[in-house]
Nanobody, 129 residues
Framework: QVQLVESGGGLVQAGGSLRLSCAAS????????MGWFRQAPGKEREFVAS???????EYYADSVKGRFTISRDNTKNTDLQMNSLKPEDTAVYYCAASSSLSAQAISVLRGSAGDMDYWGKGTLVTVSS
């Protein structure tokens, strides 16, 4: 069993930065590929970034490529560094884990609840113009 808790969301002006963190519990964290997804008001959840089990491979949505960076460490944290934020980045951001999918496979998911093994409850990011 893995529990995921996101933190780091908040209100930021356009052009600013935020760093989201996802803290995982459970002894088998090292077996999971991790992903970040987001859901904007009135829209479906979408893929943002994913990272492989050993942190070697990273994948990004085109909309965030070059601005966001995903990382993970050995202490069960998966972070999302978000720079040059835009108002269209406003959304609830979710951390998710999969024991069977690769980071590349995660990158083509729509973010439905059944896509990943575990989901966090989300953290709200609001970017003002």
């Amino acid at each position: 069993q893995v529990q995921l808790v996101e933190s780091g969301g908040g209100l930021v002006q356009a052009g600013g930065s935020l760093r989201l963190s996802c803290a995982a519990s459970g002894r088998t964290f090292g077996r999971y590929a991790m992903g970040w997804f987001r859901q904007a008001p009135g829209k479906e959840r979408e893929f943002v970034a994913s990272i492989s089990v050993r942190g070697i491979y990273e994948y990004y949505a085109d909309s965030v490529k070059g601005r966001f960076t995903i990382s993970r460490d050995n202490t069960k944290n998966t972070d999302l560094q978000m720079n040059s934020l835009k108002p269209e980045d406003t959304a609830v951001y979710y951390c998710a884990a999969s024991s069977s999918l690769s980071a590349q496979a995660i990158s083509v998911l729509r973010g439905s609840a059944g896509d990943m093994d575990y989901w966090g409850k989300g953290t709200l990011v609001t970017v003002s113009s």
